[in-house]
């Protein structure tokens, strides 16, 4: 699903359908920007803490736990330009930015159809968090 109410109160979509369905909390796939993370790295966790993200907050609050899969996309945060949280989070990415974005987006679909074929989300964080991982490390000199 993709919630029509404000990104704030996804829980109420969220929780609503999972009850309404029967919908286990492990069966579900919460996909979200995060700021603590570089522009356009992926990272996918079983469960955790909202960190400060109110959508992810309602929804673990409308959901009764943390225990549901997340799949994260960096966006940085403003503080390396300046920018208020607020613009930051709604602006459109540009240049290098948006590049890294669709590159993570691309992998992130391809992260959510082996997720859904397989049903092992520790099997796919295992490739992709790995897979970012490695990319990132510096070159030997």
Do not use: C
């Not at 945060?77 to 949280?85: L, M, Q, S």
Request: glycine share 8%.
């Amino acid at each position: 699903i993709k919630p029509t109410t404000y990104m704030n109160l996804s829980g109420v979509a969220v929780g609503a359908y999972a009850n309404f369905y029967h919908i286990d909390p492990d069966d579900i796939a919460v996909i979200q920007d995060d700021m603590d993370m570089p522009v356009g790295q992926l990272r996918i966790r079983r469960k955790g803490s909202a960190g400060g993200h109110n959508g992810i907050k309602s929804i673990t609050e409308h959901l009764g736990t943390d225990a549901y899969p997340r799949f994260k996309i960096g966006i940085g945060h403003p503080a390396r330009n300046n920018k208020a949280v607020v613009n930051h989070v709604l602006h459109a990415f540009q240049g290098d930015d948006k590049t890294a974005i669709e590159a993570a987006v691309a992998e992130m679909a391809t992260a959510l159809e082996e997720w859904i074929k397989s049903g092992d989300i520790e099997e796919v964080m295992q490739a992709h968090n790995k897979k970012k991982a490695k990319a990132e490390k510096p070159a030997a000199e």
